[in-house]
């Protein structure tokens, strides 16, 4: 009597067996537990803070209410004397910034700095008084806004936020991996089946509306990551590469990187105004560059 070969031992869950390829499904679920148990602290914080930044209009319109609204007696001064009263409030200061007002009964609201440190400074429109100067830094929506992107903590705070971000796309994708059912067609996939009735419906109707929640967060955290420090600094550098030459984004890739942008700034607008600009370096008389073509350009 022939003796039977012994049957193969089954090839466990999340290990290679025929028709399983890598990775598993086990492997994939504890990506996605992990992932999730890490990003989604970060993930409720980045919604929180970015939900009250999504309002900085109303919130800062709020905040300037005392500054609105002001009695205007006589002509409007120039944008170049409105900024000259803010450089003269601020001692060792240059114009960096000028706030066009929405309306003209509102204090205009002049950005000067020294350095990396700039001050928001309200200057009456008629008068040239200073009704009020803030450190830029301090002001409320400043700080919500470091808080959504750096936690408060510079530089790892940043690259913590980049890290959870990345991390939450790793669980989405994943989660997507483990929900999307094999060979049932789009119906109660991409559209739910209205006329399918009981739990089926309540199940199509949870399992869709994931299925889109989880594209819209993929956009809002990819469009979010490039101002995030590595995410930022790799962008800009494939960019420089396809268009063959240095890219400046409108944007800033961290709080660092602003500061050192808001210092080149400065520099710059101090080379220009310095006595011996444009002649260099020899000692004959330059005046001060003007602020007289901020009114062309204001009208403009």
């Given amino acids: 009597m022939r003796a039977s070969a012994p049957a193969a031992a089954p090839a466990s869950p999340g290990g290679p067996g025929p028709g399983r390829g890598w990775p598993g499904y086990p492997t994939i679920w504890r990506w996605h537990f992990y992932a999730g148990l890490f990003c989604l602290p970060f993930v409720l914080w980045l919604s929180v803070t970015g939900s009250i930044y999504l309002f900085r209009p109303q919130i800062e319109t709020l905040i300037d209410r005392p500054y609105t609204h002001l009695p205007l007696d006589g002509a409007r001064a120039s944008a170049a004397r409105q900024a000259d009263a803010a450089v003269r409030a601020v001692p060792g200061s240059v114009l960096h910034r000028y706030q066009l007002p929405e309306r003209p009964d509102e204090a205009v609201q002049v ?89 089926r419906f309540w199940r199509d109707l949870h399992g869709v509306t994931g299925l889109w929640v989880s594209v819209f967060a993929l956009a809002l955290l990819i469009s979010g990551l490039p101002w995030a420090a590595s995410w930022g600094s790799y962008l800009k550098a494939i960019r420089t590469v396809a268009e063959g030459r240095v890219v400046r984004q409108d944007w800033s890739a961290g709080n660092a990187a602003e500061l050192r942008a808001r210092g080149a700034a400065d520099a710059g607008t101090r080379a220009m105004v310095g006595a011996h600009a444009e002649h260099g370096g020899m000692t004959m008389a330059h005046p001060a560059v003007s602020d007289v073509p901020l009114d062309r350009l204001i009208a403009t």
């Fill in 111 to 199: 950005i000067v700095g020294a350095g990396t440190t700039e001050t928001r400074v309200y200057v009456h429109p008629n008068t040239l008084a200073v009704l009020h100067t803030v450190d830029e830094d301090s002001r409320l929506m400043r700080i919500i806004f470091r808080l959504h992107g750096e936690l408060l903590i510079g530089t790892p705070g940043s690259y913590l936020v980049e890290l959870a971000a990345s991390w939450a796309i790793v669980m989405i994708l994943s989660g997507l991996v483990l929900w999307w059912p094999r060979g049932s067609g789009l119906a109660g996939v991409v559209y739910p089946r209205l006329r399918a009735g009981g739990r």
